[in-house]
Structures are given as structure tokens and as C-alpha cells.
């Protein structure tokens, strides 16, 4: 395993290579994986924006970069160790270190230097730990849109959490990346107690709007909530209607 020292001593690797290595995402999934991606319109054509996704596997960046097909610097936890198996992807492609337990000025001023350069900033809201369904955010995305200004735009990739299994079996893994429509940025003000409320609200619509991206299976904490199908039909599409070809 990685430990948290190593882990906190990464960083997004130069934005050419990163760039370079998104080829090998569109290798994977023209040849190794499945891949449908559905709602690529809804993606800015120019940045900086915050690409906001469920994590129900550790692999699911390389899927966000290959529907991005652009650079992600990715916001991920350097405060608990990471299995070797998976190592190979944060070191290649780098990502900026968070310690959920003690929020470093480092890593706000990292962030915030990605969406000043008018790049894209990947977060995973729910936590960098990963689930079978759905549940509720922190404030890290929302937070950051509001005070740099940047759009969020949702993205909810399901399937991967199997990809390892079916490649063992020897079947051809089947993922799926729904893209969302943009939303945001947001004007927060008031006393801390209404910043906080606001905060919430905002981080309730994030992971509604991704769950409106996701099979109804997956939405764990949020099911049944009525919005979801409101922003279905601003995306233009229904999850549970999308087949591979």
C-alpha cells in the first residue's frame, strides 16, 4: 500500500502529459471497456468549471477523462493508504492532496490556481471513499464554485465498480458516463449559519442532479426525491433508457 506521507507529496503532473495520458483513456475505452457516454453537449467548450461525480470505484477518473477527453486535476484523499493495485493511477496522472480531517491552505490554493488557469477541477462530493450507492456531500465542490466563480457540472459513471471483476472473468467490462447539465456558480451571503444552510441546500441539488444521472438503484440516500426527474429532463435523457450498442 501507499502510505499518507507518499500520498501527500503528489500533485497534477504538468497539463501536456496529463493531456498525453488522456490517450490511453480513449485506448480503454475503444478497446479494453465498453464505454457509452451520453450528454457530452452539456459540457463547457472552454473551462474553468468543476466536473462534480459519484465514486463507486477507484477507477472511475480514468472514465471521467475519457468523456472530458481534457485534462482533470483531481481533488483525492492523502489521508488514508491506497491499495497497490491502484497506485499506478494517481502516480502517473498525479492529483492534488486532501486531508479530510485537517482542510490544508495548500490544497484550497491549489484548486483555486487549477480554476484560475481555466482548467477543469475533478471532486468527487460524497468523499473520496467509495460506496455501491449514492450519499450525502461534503461542501468541498460547492464551496469552491462560489468563490471562484466556476460553473459545476454533474457526472454520474456506473458500472465501473464491476470492471475489475468482469476483466478477471474474462468479459468485456460495460461502463456508462452520463454527463449533466451545467449549474452554478452561486452568491452565498450572510451570517455563518446562512452560509452553511445555503451550502447544504446547494450540496443536496449537486448530488440530486447526479443522481439524476444514475439508475434509480444507485441513488441510495436520495431516492424518491422529486427533483431528480427535473433535471432528467433538463439533460435531455434517462439513464435507465441508455443500451450499449
Not at 63 to 82: C, G, H, N, T
Not at 145 to 164: L, N, Q, R, Y
Amino acid at each position: 500500500m501507499a502510505n499518507p506521507d507518499y500520498l501527500k507529496t503528489l500533485s497534477p503532473r504538468p497539463f501536456w502529459f496529463r493531456k498525453t495520458l488522456g490517450f490511453f483513456a480513449l485506448f480503454l475505452g475503444s478497446t479494453i471497456v465498453k464505454i457509452k457516454t451520453s450528454g457530452k453537449w452539456n459540457l463547457p467548450k472552454t473551462g474553468p468549471y468543476i466536473l462534480a461525480c459519484n465514486h463507486f470505484s477507484y477507477i472511475d477518473p480514468p472514465f471521467s477523462v475519457y468523456a472530458a477527453q481534457k485534462p482533470i486535476s483531481f481533488l483525492a484523499a492523502s489521508d488514508e493508504p491506497i491499495k497497490w493495485y491502484f497506485m499506478w493511477a494517481p502516480h502517473l496522472y498525479g492529483f492534488i492532496p486532501i486531508d479530510r480531517n485537517v482542510l490544508a491552505p495548500s490544497t484550497i490554493k491549489k484548486a483555486k490556481k487549477t480554476l484560475k488557469k481555466g482548467e477543469i477541477l475533478g471532486i468527487f462530493p460524497e468523499g473520496t471513499s467509495t460506496s455501491a450507492h449514492l450519499r450525502k456531500p461534503k461542501n468541498g465542490a460547492v464551496f469552491l464554485s462560489t468563490i471562484e466563480k466556476a460553473k459545476i457540472v454533474p457526472m454520474g459513471i456506473h458500472g465501473a465498480d464491476t470492471a475489475w471483476s468482469d476483466l478477471f472473468r474474462g468479459v468485456r467490462p460495460r461502463v456508462f458516463v452520463n454527463i449533466g447539465k451545467p449549474f452554478g456558480p452561486f452568491e452565498i451571503e450572510g451570517e455563518k449559519s446562512e452560509k452553511t444552510k445555503k451550502l447544504d441546500e446547494i450540496g443536496k441539488e449537486l448530488i440530486c442532479r447526479i443522481a439524476a444521472l444514475l439508475p434509480s438503484n444507485k441513488h441510495g440516500a436520495y431516492a424518491g426525491e422529486k427533483q431528480i426527474i427535473k433535471y432528467q429532463k433538463e439533460n435531455g435523457f434517462y439513464p435507465e433508457k441508455i443500451k450499449l450498442k
